[in-house]
């Protein structure tokens, strides 16, 4: 997070004011959000794409120097197809879900709790943060059940193997780390009452640590601007929606595909207390910044109905 102090003096005069004067715009902003948790799903492009990497980083590092709490869960779907691809398994996928048999289990615990896990810890202590890795296995933090799919034809469910969901979250080991000012990683992987792992979806995982931790802020970065008007042109993004509205959305097809679970995140997280959700798109530099700190935000924020 250091910055070259020399650099910095030979900067024009108009521009060293503007960089002022983001910082005071910042200023109610911290202010309001210091000592609050923010819940942040870290996936997509931002994830693979070496110069986001560290924008994100930065980012989260700045959030717990300003006195914000940052939870990350991550993703890394891609990076299971890869590795599994140089096992010689073949990636199959029901509608959308990774099927998840006994091998693509492993694989996916390997990448997720270990090398992923790890590289994000490591990240966050190379640009001056405190963070700890944990899978949801540690300290019993997600308790999972078998996710049962519903087929297309809704008559009948779909077997994919290993693939969970969220029964209960006990966030007892995320408070010891707050308490240590450690930033916490999660990888998304849980297990049931019989001691049988699961693979979750890292968005529903992410919402659900919201809802435990009673987060002011359930943040998904994901590879598109947010929520669009029309899908073939991003100018018509939609920066705020209210619950009673996404529905209709979803029937008209302006929200659809991999948006939906997101939504659907959003939607049970806000419905459980937590005051605001952003569905952010982390091929933007800095997009956690720009969203947290400044008046005109980026992507778009799903919020309760007005009163």
């Not at 802020?217 to 042109?233: E, P, Q, S, Y």
């Not at 595909?257 to 995140?265: H, L, Q, T, W």
Request: glycine residues 10%; contains cysteine.
């Amino acid at each position: 997070m250091a910055s070259d102090n020399a650099d910095i003096r030979n900067l024009p005069l108009a521009e060293l004011i503007e960089r002022a004067n983001i910082l005071v715009e910042a200023i109610p902003y911290i202010k309001e959000f210091r000592g609050c948790r923010v819940v942040i799903k870290y996936g997509g492009h931002a994830m693979i794409d070496p110069g986001l990497k560290k924008n994100v980083i930065q980012d989260i590092v700045m959030m717990q120097y300003v006195g914000i709490k940052p939870v990350v869960v991550h993703g890394g779907g891609p990076e299971i197809s890869d590795l599994m691809k140089k096992m010689r398994l073949e990636p199959k996928f029901v509608e959308g879900q990774r099927v998840t048999d006994a091998e693509t289990l492993d694989v996916a615990e390997m990448v997720l709790a270990g090398k992923l896990n790890g590289e994000i810890v490591n990240q966050i202590h190379q640009l001056g943060g405190r963070a700890v890795g944990v899978s949801g296995k540690d300290a019993g933090l997600i308790t999972a059940r078998k996710y049962t799919m519903p087929s297309s034809t809704g008559d009948a469910t779909a077997d994919i193997g290993f693939v969970g969901e969220v029964e209960q979250i006990s966030p007892e080991i995320i408070s010891v780390l707050d308490e240590k000012q450690f930033i916490p990683v999660v990888s998304p992987i849980g297990v049931d009452s019989s001691g049988q792992t699961y693979n979750i979806n890292a968005d529903s995982v992410a919402a659900e640590l919201a809802i435990a931790l009673q987060a002011r802020k359930l943040i998904l970065l994901t590879d598109v601007k947010g929520i669009l008007r029309n899908l073939n042109d991003e100018s018509s993004l939609l920066p705020s929606i209210q619950i009673d509205e996404l529905e209709g959305l979803i029937e008209k097809r302006v929200i659809g595909g991999g948006m939906i679970p997101k939504v659907r995140a959003c939607l049970r997280a806000l419905n459980a207390g937590v005051r605001k959700t952003h569905i952010l798109d982390g091929r933007i530099p800095h997009a956690l910044l720009l969203e947290l700190f400044t008046d005109k935000g980026i992507g778009t924020q799903i919020v309760k109905n007005a009163t």
